[in-house]
């Protein structure tokens, strides 16, 4: 498929996988994922686990909201162009906390990082881990081949295929094998479920448009550096954080869907 993006698409890619340089606030930083992820959940129970895992809540992620909109408009765009050209399964690592929200919802929540090489050690630092096998047949729709989609693919070893927000998931729960229970999370502590995964197709929108203010974003930030410190945040700006991501939500899911 290489060929088919643009310098704009493929950009948004790599610095979603973390192919990064420089020394931009927004575009230098290789884990800026843990921060786009997190505004596809409710409330702030994702960036505080993250938080709690060591990870660093980059506040400039959010501060321009132009800038963040324009980054989702060509990774959207890339995901739009993007198809399985075969029957692949993927594999991932992830956290409990978030897989009950994809199970109860039956879709996928943010940008979701398989791998066809297995359940990769990269990901097992989480607390608390699930167990996913992606089974993608061949010309599902909106799912990126990062190997095929990039001239260069600096994580070649991560042979990354990448899921969009607001997938339909039909998910099946199966017993762990004992080599499963041998992939452990970063306290040592084996998986709580494995399960299976069919794909069909993006979940509609049917919704408002909203607007986004700039005082959700600003409440977001002082939060970000609230759990970075270890702090806990004020709940007014809890509640506009939290009100700013639906909007957000809802503005992306209608840009995909």
């Given at each position: 498929m290489y060929g088919n993006l643009s310098s704009a698409e493929e950009n948004a890619i790599r610095f979603y996988i973390g192919d990064v340089s420089g020394n931009d606030v927004f575009f230098s930083d290789p884990k800026a994922y843990v921060v786009l992820n997190s505004l596809f959940f409710p409330d702030i129970t994702t960036?505080?686990?993250?938080?709690?895992?060591?990870?660093?809540l980059n506040p400039a992620i959010i501060a321009d909201i132009p800038r963040l909109m324009g980054f989702f408009e060509s990774l959207f765009s890339a995901f739009k162009k993007s198809v399985i050209t075969e029957n692949i399964l993927t594999y991932r690592v992830e956290r409990m906390a978030d897989y009950n929200l994809i199970r109860e919802r039956s879709t996928s929540?943010?940008?979701?990082?398989?791998s066809v090489s297995g359940f990769l050690n990269a990901y097992r630092d989480r607390r608390g881990i699930a167990l996913m096998r992606f089974?993608?047949?061949?010309?599902?729709p909106c799912c990126i081949n990062i190997s095929s989609s990039l001239p260069y693919y600096s994580k070649q070893e991560e042979a990354e295929v990448l899921l969009p927000p607001f997938?339909?998931?039909?998910?099946?729960?199966?017993?762990?094998t004992r080599n499963e229970t041998e992939i452990t999370d970063s306290d040592g502590k084996p998986p709580y479920i494995s399960c299976t995964v069919k794909t069909s197709g993006i979940d509609k929108y049917s919704g408002n448009i909203p607007v986004l203010f700039s005082d959700g974003s600003?409440?977001?930030?002082?939060?970000y550096n609230a759990l970075n410190n270890n702090e806990l945040p004020d709940e007014s700006d809890i509640e506009l954080y939290s009100h700013w991501k639906r909007d957000l939500q809802k503005i992306l899911h209608s840009m995909l869907a």
């Open positions: 960036e505080s686990a993250r938080a709690g895992e060591g990870k660093y929540i943010s940008m979701t990082s398989t089974s993608l047949s061949e010309n599902t997938m339909k998931l039909d998910i099946e729960e199966i017993h762990l600003e409440a977001g930030q002082r939060i």
